[in-house]
């Protein structure tokens, strides 16, 4: 399947900094989603972007499809921002079901 | 709409037993899969299924079967439980390919 790479593993930020979350992915792809995992355990999608720049808030997206990245920017953090952020990216080799990288984990202090 | 439900929350279960786990959803989508979560992991796809009749094996399907004998519905079944199988399971759909996957609240199976 395809390789999903994401960065950095861990994360903290003081509330209202801002930070940038990588994900890199070994193969050409239909499909890259965000997603943020709440600490309750629940999947929220934040991106569908295979391609492009997609603004929602204070979080926006870039995906580079030539080069095999994409990245997330939180701006202004909030403690309500904590949790895992996972990049899950598919092609049609596999039924376009998700490859997930392994996560960033971002803590917000107060 | 309640989107994308899973029964039941969270399971527990003694080696050898079985279950079934329940993924349903009202949005007429084609396209639904089961993953798997691990501790400190990203979702591992077990398997999938492409339409209504049709099932396929992602990554880990040892130690499960599905079934999708209607549309809306998408059973993960374990026959006979070991503890390596103690894991967070999530079921997502999509109505069509290149978009977006929406997920279930997730099921929590623990197995002594």
């Known amino acids: 399947g395809i390789q999903v790479e994401q960065s950095p593993p861990d994360l903290i930020l003081q509330e209202g900094a801002n930070s940038t979350l990588r994900c890199n992915f070994s193969d050409s792809v239909n499909n890259l989603q965000w997603f943020h995992q709440n600490p309750w355990g629940q999947l929220i999608n934040l991106f569908y972007i295979p391609s492009g720049t997609k603004q929602n808030g204070r979080l926006s997206a870039t995906t580079v499809a030539t080069e095999r990245y994409s990245l997330l920017y939180i701006s202004s953090s909030q403690t309500t921002d904590s949790g895992v952020y996972f990049c899950?990216?598919?092609?049609?080799?596999?039924?376009?079901?998700?490859?997930f990288g392994k996560g960033t984990s971002l803590l917000v202090t107060p | 709409n309640a989107g994308v439900t899973q029964t039941p929350k969270f399971r527990v279960l003694k080696t050898g037993q079985s279950m079934t786990l329940l993924c349903a959803q009202d949005m007429n989508h084609e396209y639904m899969y089961w993953y798997r979560q691990d501790p400190g992991m990203g979702l591992r796809l077990i398997h999938y299924s492409v339409g209504e009749g049709t099932t396929a094996k992602g990554e880990v399907p040892d130690g499960y079967n599905v079934s999708r004998l209607k549309k809306q519905n998408f059973l993960l079944g374990l026959e006979s439980a070991a503890p390596s199988q103690t894991s967070v399971y999530f079921c997502?759909?999509?109505?069509?390919?290149?978009?977006?996957?929406?997920f279930g609240p997730g099921t929590r199976l623990l197995v002594l």
């Open positions: 997502a759909s999509t109505p069509r390919l290149q978009e977006t996957q929406y």
């Open positions: 899950a990216v598919s092609n049609s080799n596999s039924g376009y079901a998700l490859n």
